[in-house]
């Protein structure tokens, strides 16, 4: 009635390749965390898109999880963030060394 | 029915293009606005694929609680030392090299599975039944979801405030030291 199946699964895919590319290109940790965003935003599309294949409602439970865990992850990540930059005044993820002599 | 193809295939390039936008703006603050228009297209697009609730949760939480939660934290600290060293080809290189490569495994995974290219049925699932379905059998991930948000809800609150603890232990090797 809509489109293939495989169509909507490589639109996750491809949503899920731009966060992990913002995730390991960037070097600014607001960019890694908003990277993770998208990612998880790209496994909603995907398990959404599994629940209307099969028809089964669980997909949809499991959408419904990921943006819990995406709202906690977000608001300790950000937490974190803004720790680490009042210890070293940097956003820069190379720029904690306070381990290193 | 043609319609809600035409409408995926909009929404999808709505979608890869504010994203791909986003990924690679300098500014965290376009970043941050063009992911809003992004997350709005990913809401359309639930709304399409039968989720009306969640393409309401979709809104609020994504699109509201957390970009602005990003938009805050981008205005508390200053950024003017970001991304200074702007987008070498060795940050980019490994990146696109491994995403590529997971990209090409999953269209390979994904179009050799011959139910993959069954077309799907329009079916809507109403925020009643699915708010049944939920409590009916995931209660319990209900609950330790909503546990999960406290101990989130604790560990942000314990650690943005913070200051005064750090300068107790920064202070008190020197009165040590003075007395000794």
Redesign the interface.
Known sequence: ???????????A??????????M?????L??M???I??MM?GA??AF??A???W?R??G??F???I??????????G??????A???T????PDGYHALKW | MILYAVIFYVVAALILASTAMAVTRKNPVHAIVYLVISFLGSALLFYILGAPFLAALEVIIYAGAIMVLFLFVVMMLKMEEVERRGFSMADWMPALVLGLLFVVTAALAVFQDPGSHAILRLAIAMPATFGRFIFEHYWLAVEIISILLLVGLVAAVQLGRGKKEGKVMETAPEKSGKEV
């Open positions: 009635m809509i489109v293939p199946f495989s169509h909507v699964f490589m639109l895919a491809l949503v899920f390749f731009l966060g992990l590319v913002c390991v290109a960037r070097r600014n607001i960019m965390l908003i990277g965003e998208i935003n909603a599309i959404l898109s629940s209307l294949h028809q409602l669980e949809q439970a959408v419904l999880f943006l819990a865990v995406a709202a906690t992850e977000v608001s300790v950000l937490a974190l963030v803004v720790a930059h009042r210890q005044q940097t956003m820069d």
